[in-house]
């Protein structure tokens, strides 16, 4: 347990930016999940409807730094490979 007073502020903080942070995270998951499932069932239209909303939501926790810039542009081009290769199957 935190003995000083600066230590007890700081796991103040912490646990209110670890909230902040699972919420993020956990709705970005969230997000990605449902993309998923759309291509998984053929809803390739839909699915492309959704993706800018999930890239949107992959940025903006980048953006507040719960993840990484860079895991953020993983994710996004994982998804944008799904994404193509649902579109190339339903034309092809």
Request: hydrophobic fraction near 35%.
């Given at each position: 347990?935190?003995?000083?007073?600066?230590?007890?502020?700081?796991?103040?903080?912490?646990?209110?930016?670890?909230?902040?942070?699972?919420?993020?995270?956990?709705?970005?998951?969230?997000?990605?999940?449902?993309?998923?499932?759309?291509?998984q069932a053929g809803e390739v239209e839909k699915?492309?409807?959704?993706?800018?909303?999930?890239?949107?939501?992959?940025q903006h926790t980048a953006s507040k730094r719960?993840?990484?810039?860079?895991?953020?542009?993983r994710k996004v081009s994982r998804i944008s490979?799904?994404?193509?290769?649902?579109?190339?199957?339903?034309?092809?």
């Amino acid at each position: 347990m935190a003995n000083t007073k600066q230590a007890k502020k700081r796991a103040r903080r912490d646990a209110k930016r670890r909230l902040r942070n699972r919420y993020h995270l956990s709705r970005m998951r969230t997000y990605i999940r449902n993309f998923k499932r759309m291509i998984q069932a053929g809803e390739v239209e839909k699915a492309k409807d959704y993706f800018p909303k999930v890239v949107s939501v992959i940025q903006h926790t980048a953006s507040k730094r719960v993840i990484h810039k860079n895991e953020a542009a993983r994710k996004v081009s994982r998804i944008s490979q799904l994404l193509n290769k649902a579109l190339k199957e339903t034309k092809g």
